[in-house]
């Protein structure tokens, strides 16, 4: 007899598996296909948000190794907030990334809609909302007149976006005329997007147990309306794994930030333009349309997708949250002047998607990265500036960060080529 | 005579369509019935694919008709195609490589409420119709970019058939396949036409047309070069029409064409 004494009852002739040993091995081979898909998809060159996650430990560890301040509640708090202009802006360059094109307007735009802000609500006093919102369209006027000089005329996004990108700099100096600096109002509207905490702890917590329970939900109904169709679902455990991640993760963060003044309200805004855009990308008909032109314009085309309203869109959704994130950076230094939405601004947008793992290439990406990749970007700021070394370390860094994320891309890109993709 | 009972599923009469100085296609006829092959060839350049692009909406013409079941009708958009019921397979498959098999089926003809696409019910449709068309891909859930070109070209043309469309134009389907993958595509065509679909297959492989078509028509440098009935056409008859070493008139067109009608 050469079979081992402790095999699995199962494997013995004759005799029928018990139930435990069933889903043992049910069990055993559920975990080994998960593995065999993770190995295949780095293989393959999907690797999603994992190297930013890695990153960003990274990044951490090693601030917090030459700084004891860096992971304090306070820094993490106002990484947080300071984070949430940028995130903005690169939310709007991610759609923009998906269809493979870029936009490099978006930091002009974004102070050119402080400084339009702030001249109709302090110099001319119109009220702050009616103010806000005229500032927002303007953005995302910027946007339908890029979006038709690309879609419609048929010239290059990269030089409408950079034809943009002098124009609505040069309007913006035009509007604040020669008052210079304009300040905000301390306790209005705007001031308070990044000033107002929610000092209730309960409110960070509370939030947080109803992100986790709407994940799970959601999650469990897709798997229900699978299952009753008969298709392979994901099961339980599964789920469950996942929601006990997504738990650890946001209960975390409400713990660190209660610490500090509690949840920043500019967070909750920025989480929630993140979750519903991302939302409008995988699941509505619009997001499916901005992902097929991304893998293939003429294949679009052929399947009758309004290529030029779909791309027009996209630059007007681009504009629009420039011009949020404006009114946010704006918002943190409660003024708007000459040098808003000026210096790398438009450089760290465009680095935070793609480092976030949105790639250059069209047609893979989300609006997490510009999350993930405004949280990096942040954290090197603010490394830097506790270690006190100038900016030029900061740009240095940044530069060699965005480096590697494009380096990762384009090797994702080349293992997919590889692997008879693309 | 019959043809004056059924119009023909769709007829081009006098199509014509130039790229500046390039004339693609000169006063083109052609007559597609419901539950026949007709098989487009021609050499490089001919004008087989224009004419494709030409019925299935994505390039209009600039002159002729296009009767749809006995009235002219126009279509300027890939979606009036599919409005009629032509469906495309297009040579480059015209898929979307970074989305999964199910998002290219139903490119364009998303099943949604609300435009919130319903994945699970596409899923099913999807699965629905690969095991009728017995085609095996490895997951319905992977980027269309991991697949072979066999795979590839089932995609394709489950996509044609969703729409339950009447006529499938198919250009070069077996061009880049091997033996069996083209045996498989045939043996789906045949299945097509004992369904009453009309198919317009484009393809360079003689073979092929013997094994498969019930018509073809030749064109050469744009223009219609001969109508033939592939059972009493030699191979050569048709070789030397395809490269221009005859010249058929029309009236033997138009009288081959009655022929057949009877």
Known sequence: MRRPRNAAPGECGGRPPTK???????????????????GRRLKAGELGSVPVLLGLAAIWMVFQA?????????????????????????????????????DLSVGSVSGLAAAAFAVLNVNLGMAEGVAALVAILVGSATGVVQGFFFAKVGVPSFVVTLAGLLSWNGLMLYILGSTGTINLDDEGLVALLTSYYFNDV???????????????????????????LGLGSRPLGDIALHTAMVAVAVFAAAYVLNRFQGLPLALLIF?????????????TLYGRAIYALGGGVEAARK????????????????????????LFLASRVASASQTSGSGNLLINAIAAAV???????GGRGSTWSALLGALVIQSIASGVALMGVPTAAEYMITGGVLLLAVVIDSLSRRAQKAHGRI | MTSGATP??????GVSRRFGAVRALIDVDLEIRAGRVIALVGDNGAGKTTLVNVVSGVDPPDVGVIEWEGRPVRITHP??????????????????????????????????????????????????????????????????????????????????????????????????????????VLECIDDMRDRGLGVLLITHDLGVVKAIADRVSVLRLGRNNGFFDVNTTSQEDIVSSITGATHSDFKYCEQDEIDWEL
């Open chain 1, 66 to 102: 030459l700084n004891s301040q860096f992971l304090s509640a306070r820094n993490l708090s106002n990484i947080s907030v300071d984070m949430v202009g940028t995130g903005m802006i690169a939310v709007g360059i991610v759609f923009v990334l998906l269809l493979g094109e870029i």
């Open chain 1, 271 to 283: 989480l929630l333009v993140v979750i519903a855009l991302e939302c409008i990308l995988r699941r």
């Open chain 1, 303 to 326: 399947a009758g997708l309004k290529v030029a309203w779909v791309r027009i869109s996209v630059f007007t959704i681009s504009g629009t949250m420039a011009a949020v994130g404006g």
């Open chain 2, 8 to 13: 023909p599923l769709l007829a081009l009469r």
């Open chain 1, 355 to 361: 480092i976030g793992g949105t790639s250059l290439f």
């Open chain 2, 79 to 184: 979606r009036d195609a599919q409005a009629l019921g032509i469906a495309t397979v297009h040579q480059d498959l015209a898929l979307c490589e970074n989305l999964d098999v199910v998002g290219n089926v139903f490119l364009g003809r998303e099943i949604h409420s609300y435009g919130f696409l319903d994945e699970p019910v596409m899923e099913n449709r999807t699965r629905d119709l690969f095991r009728m068309l017995s085609a095996r891909v490895p997951d319905l859930r992977l980027p269309v970019a991991t697949l072979s070109g066999g795979q590839r070209q089932t995609v394709a043309i489950s996509r044609s058939l969703l729409g339950q469309p009447k006529l499938i134009l198919l250009d070069e389907p077996t061009a880049a396949l091997g033996v069996e993958q083209t045996a498989h």
């Open chain 1, 202 to 228: 309960a409110v960070a917590y509370t939030l947080a147990a109803a992100g986790t329970a709407a994940y799970f939900l959601v999650s469990y109904h897709d798997s229900r309306c699978r299952r009753s």
């Open chain 1, 20 to 38: 435990n040993a069933r889903s043992a091995v049910i069990k055993r081979a559920a975990v080994n296909r998960h593995l065999a898909t993770f």
